[in-house]
């Protein structure tokens, strides 16, 4: 809270918090203890509880006479017999192994498993129906005390269990060990345990027991051979078949009937009565009741969960948490009958420590009890005491809200002169013994009974420290001020902090805290350096009215929401900042310069009262919360609405591809401070990691494309950022049938099938169009070699004729005794023979008709027949079939095979000397022919061939058609040559 200006009334402002006027001879311990409070009007269904338990999802179930609520740290999720119980008192809550929750009703038996509710049928021989008592054996079975009977649940019945006649005696409570051994409370006859499905004396009712009823047992924590024993006469222990009874003074002689009993994580015991608890440590026991934080109503269940948190269930006033000796709270809880605040703290010169109020002057604290130190006795708001200040002398300065400077030396209290009707807001003393005063004019400073004002600074000023020999340092509604010999340093700015209002400065070793109106705590170092921090760093509000330092090198703010400690990393400007306590009741707004530490305690001035805080004791270690999946909502299509997903969260989910836009919901269970959990999340097949934390506990996935996912969820203590395991939710998005593998995989074959038919199609095109256009060209050629062979048959035969004609002519007229005349014209008649006969084979492979392998042959036999005819060798030619008239050849073969056999031929007839020449065919392969031409004359003569040029021209001419010549003698005698020739000629 912000000191006031003149023009405002105080009294009439400040109507809330606290007060410390004395009941009792002007003295009251007032100390408070902090609880926090959960009723009905934070959504409890009922504020009647009977009993509290944890499941195993780390939520707390309450049981009441108005139906269950569960707990999860922010929301209340009631049953009752609206929603399906058949009763709305419920007695008993028991969570298995398996995550359901048994509840024990006033008409039999219920349980819930994923929200569901079944109902036991009471069985027949029933007498009552209400259930006090469950327990789960190490065999998975549920045992229940109805009316008094043991009975099992089985198979959605419950089947009462038949005992032996030794064991007729009624049941008043029932319990199941760490290792699921199941212990039984007989009345007037003692605890039996069921070992291999025998009942075993455990302990016998004996003494003061055995007229008590036992109705809660528990085994110890720390020693698993110690059982509890709860009866409304007192505590027991059995230990080794004896049962003692527990001692304690205070609660014997002024506790009454015991309720409920429970031991905490510490080894301390807790006791609830008719009238509050009982704490018990090993060095105090402390009565809880509503004169120090707790209620005054009887405390029916206390329950310490897995996370150390000890709930406490009353008759009447809801629950309770309990915060710890950390703190505690002194106001108007304790016998306060004026609403007051205390607006300034500091010692005297006892060690006791100060408190200035508004409105009752100066109130002494000493041990925890109070005490009315001082009130100016006239004057109008001079009760109001905003500052207190203790010099090197131990006399303590006093700044009252329009009633000046007074000074306490111990005995007496003296008003220094010429500050009569002075407001003073804050008032420190520097290295020179100058005193320093904040007032909302100005700055002044004191010195020989004289207040001299500082030039040039008016504004509101409440914050002073000294920063040097001769510097001091002003918190003002203009941001920070330098003086220096008592002058103001004109043009001095500290960043950006002459835009803020400054309500606290501190010096802390090398370093100047500052605190602001608005902007958090902005850290300023030696080397100019400003660093600022803020509620988005975990200060509780962006107002800090007072700084104070511990003996550990913990700073305390106060802020206008609650504490926080600061912890400086040494070296350098980095802070960690956590909260100093996590009650709701912790929601308070700091005063102004209000703080003080003193001998392991810190205390600062609220306007709920003073807090103190034990900075030697430290706090419990965080432990991480507990995640789990709340939900899947899925938008429909086109985004009109939403639909949630009732599939468990642990099977995996399928969703069509339609359904893609997802929103999942997630909690982090953390009963004790539940609004400071953060999350980390990830999706996989999305995201490569977890995103930062953060407090939303829902995200948003927006068109997901098909594939498998796992949405992996942890979460964050508050403080020391402990993760939890990690909650995991499977879901694939089942592709659109175009988008599957198989369809991909068919579709890609298609397009590559389309594209080689395409391709074939086009080739063929190609080829069609080329076989069209060589078609074209073979028709032309074929045209022009008919015309050419016609042409040149009609001009060259008709010369050659003329020729022969003449010289016959010619060669008549001449005389018979001219022979040389004749013998020219007859070289004339044979060579003109010789050519037409040369010209018929040109004549031939012009002729179109030539092309295909069958006339080639048949010309050749032909030649050979003719060229032997006149002489005396034989010639055979054998092979020729009809079937090489389907044999095209390109015109250079025809031509060329003749040419090479002519030439073979005709060296048989003028060199072999042969008697018998035969041309035989052979086809190995469809595109590939032989023609092998043998004889029976002299052989061959290798040295004699490479004189002429008949075998160069012939393998020449093999060349051009791609053929391969071979040539050799046959055998002894005779000669054998071979023409191999491919048929890859078009059909």
């Not at 939890?724 to 995989?745: C, G, N, W």
Request: aromatic share 10%; hydrophobic share 35%; charged share 20%.
């Amino acid at each position: 809270m912000k000191r006031s200006t003149p023009s405002v009334h105080l009294p009439l402002v400040l109507v809330w918090a606290f007060c410390i006027i004395l009941i009792f001879n002007n003295k009251a311990a007032a100390q408070k203890y902090v609880f926090a409070h959960y009723d009905i009007e934070d959504g409890l269904i009922q504020s009647q509880v009977n009993m509290l338990y944890q499941d195993n999802t780390h939520r707390l179930w309450i049981a009441t006479l108005g139906g269950v609520s569960r707990f999860d740290g922010h929301d209340y999720y009631n049953i009752s017999k609206s929603t399906g119980l058949p009763n709305n008192f419920v007695f008993e809550i028991y969570s298995d192994s398996k995550g359901t929750v048994w509840l024990g009703t006033n008409m039999g038996l219920s349980s819930i498993k994923n929200e569901k509710i079944y109902n036991y049928p009471v069985p027949a021989d029933a007498k009552k129906k209400f259930v006090t008592h469950i327990a789960e054996e190490h065999s998975g079975a549920i045992w229940v005390v109805m009316s008094n009977h043991l009975y099992k649940a089985i198979n959605n019945r419950m089947q009462r269990v038949q005992m032996p006649d030794s064991l007729s005696n009624s049941v008043s409570c029932i319990v199941a060990d760490k290792t699921g051994n199941l212990y039984v409370s007989f009345i007037d006859k003692g605890i039996y345990k069921l070992d291999n499905n025998k009942w075993v004396l455990y302990a016998p009712f004996t003494g003061a027991i055995k007229s008590a009823f036992v109705f809660k047992m528990q085994f110890d924590k720390f020693d698993s051979k110690k059982l509890y024993l709860l009866a409304p006469k007192g505590l027991f222990i059995a230990t080794d078949k004896q049962i003692s009874r527990y001692q304690n003074k205070d609660i014997d002689n002024n506790a009454g009937p015991l309720l409920s009993f429970e031991q905490d994580y510490e080894d301390n015991l807790w006791i609830g009565t008719q009238r509050g608890a009982y704490f018990v440590s090993k060095q105090k026991t402390i009565h809880f009741t509503g004169g120090n934080g707790l209620t005054n109503n009887a405390v029916s269940d206390i329950y310490c969960d897995n996370d150390r948190n000890v709930w406490l269930g009353t008759n009447g006033s809801g629950m309770f948490r309990y915060e710890g000796a950390g703190h505690v709270i002194y106001d108007e809880s304790q016998g306060i009958n004026v609403n007051q605040v205390v607006m300034s703290i500091a010692h005297d010169k006892s060690n006791n420590i100060l408190l200035g109020t508004a409105g009752s002057g100066i109130i002494k604290y000493n041990n925890g009890v109070l005490s009315n130190l001082w009130q100016p006795s006239s004057g109008s708001g001079t009760a109001i005491i905003q500052s207190l200040y203790i010099d090197k002398d131990k006399n303590v300065w006093i700044g009252a809200d329009r009633g000046g400077i007074w000074k306490y030396d111990g005995t007496s209290f003296k008003l220094m002169k010429g500050t009569e009707t002075r407001s003073i807001n804050f008032i420190t003393v520097d290295s020179n013994n100058t005193m320093w005063i904040a007032t909302p004019q100005g700055c002044y400073y004191y010195e020989n009974n004289t207040m001299t004002f500082v030039q040039g600074l008016t504004s509101f000023t409440s914050a002073i420290t000294s920063c040097g020999k001769d510097s001091i340092l002003i918190g003002s509604q203009e941001g920070v001020k330098l003086v220096v010999n008592k002058k103001i340093v004109p043009g001095f700015k500290l960043g950006t902090l002459n835009a803020s209002a400054i309500l606290c400065i501190m010096q802390y070793k090398d370093k100047i805290l500052i605190g602001t109106d608005d902007r958090g705590l902005f850290i300023w170092d030696k080397h100019n350096k400003l660093q600022n921090y803020n509620i988005k760093d975990g200060f509780k509000a962006n107002s800090i009215y007072s700084l104070v330092a511990d003996n550990n090198g913990v700073i305390w703010a106060g802020t206008g929401r609650g504490i926080n400690r600061i912890a400086i990393k040494p070296g350098s400007m980095e802070c960690k900042i956590q909260q100093a306590g996590t009650s709701r009741d912790l929601i308070v707004e700091a005063n102004q310069n209000a703080a003080l530490y003193d001998d392991g305690k810190v205390f600062f001035g609220t306007t709920k009262g003073i807090i103190v805080f034990n900075t030697n004791i430290d706090p419990l270690p965080e432990k991480p919360p507990h995640v789990l999946i709340q939900g899947v909502k899925l938008f429909l299509d086109g985004n009109k609405g939403t639909r949630p997903l009732n599939e468990d969260p642990g099977s995996e989910i399928k969703l069509s591809a339609s359904q893609n836009h997802l929103v999942i919901s997630f909690q982090g269970v953390y009963l004790k401070n539940p609004d400071e959990v953060t999350y980390q999340y990830k999706l996989t097949g999305l995201d490569d990691q977890f995103c930062w934390p953060v407090k939303s506990n829902t995200v948003d996935y927006p068109s997901l494309p098909p594939g498998k996912y796992t949405f992996e969820v942890k979460a964050l203590s508050p403080e020391a950022k402990i993760p939890s395991k990690t909650a995991v939710l499977k879901f694939e998005i089942v592709p659109h049938f175009y988008q599957k593998p198989v369809f991909r995989v068919l579709g890609l074959i298609f397009l590559v099938l389309l594209g080689f038919v395409i391709q074939y199609f086009l080739h063929q095109q190609q080829i069609n169009k080329k076989q069209a256009l060589e078609t074209l060209k073979r028709e032309e050629k074929q045209k022009l070699r008919q015309q050419t062979a016609e042409d040149f048959h009609d001009d060259l035969g008709n010369k050659l004729t003329r020729i022969t004609v003449l010289s016959d002519v010619l060669n008549t007229k001449l005389d018979k005794d001219k022979l040389d005349q004749k013998n020219l014209v007859e070289q004339i008649q044979q060579n003109a023979a010789a050519l037409y006969n040369g010209t018929k084979d040109i004549l031939w492979a012009l002729d179109p008709k030539s092309d295909n392998l069958y006339e080639t042959l048949m010309h050749v036999k032909e030649t050979g027949i003719e060229m032997f005819q006149d002489v005396n060798i034989d010639f055979c030619f054998e092979g020729i079939t009809d079937n090489f008239n389907q044999i095209k050849l390109p015109m250079e073969y025809s031509r060329n095979i003749t040419m090479i056999f002519k030439e073979l031929l005709t060296n048989v007839l003028k060199h072999a000397e042969a008697h018998n020449v035969v041309v035989n065919l052979e086809q190995p392969e469809k595109n590939r022919l032989i023609i092998r031409i043998t004889d029976d004359g002299n052989g061959y003569d290798e040295i004699k061939a490479k004189r002429g040029h008949g075998l160069v021209n012939i393998r020449s001419r093999a060349g051009r058609i791609g053929a391969q010549f071979k040539i050799g003698s046959n055998g002894q005698k005779g000669t054998a040559a071979e023409l191999q020739v491919k048929l890859n000629a078009k059909t």
